[in-house]
């Protein structure tokens, strides 16, 4: 598993958001959501800059270039 499926996974587990409510939000089905958490469909630009704001935290965070959440600035 990639960093970032286990990171989309986390932060979502972490706000308690559920993959229908995250889905949603990217403008996706749930199991379009669900094949970007394991692996199945590639993280494309537009969702990761969705998910940056949804959860205020850089891009570099997401991909795994830093450890640190960092809120967006």
Same mark, same amino acid.
């Given at each position: 598993?990639?960093?970032?499926? @286990?990171r989309?996974?986390?932060?979502?587990?972490? $706000? *308690?958001?559920t %993959?229908?409510?995250? &889905? #949603?939000? @990217?403008? +996706?089905? %749930? %199991?379009?959501?669900? $094949?970007?958490?394991?692996g199945?469909?590639?993280?494309?630009? +537009?969702?990761? #800059? *969705?998910?940056? &704001? @949804?959860?205020?935290?850089? &891009? *570099?965070?997401?991909?795994?270039?830093?450890?640190?959440?960092?809120?967006? +600035?």
């Amino acid at each position: 598993m990639k960093i970032e499926q @286990l990171r989309i996974r986390s932060l979502r587990e972490d $706000h *308690d958001l559920t %993959q229908a409510q995250v &889905a #949603k939000i @990217l403008n +996706k089905s %749930q %199991q379009g959501y669900a $094949h970007l958490e394991n692996g199945r469909a590639e993280l494309s630009i +537009k969702d990761l #800059k *969705d998910l940056c &704001a @949804l959860y205020n935290v850089s &891009a *570099d965070y997401i991909i795994g270039l830093t450890d640190t959440a960092q809120p967006l +600035k």
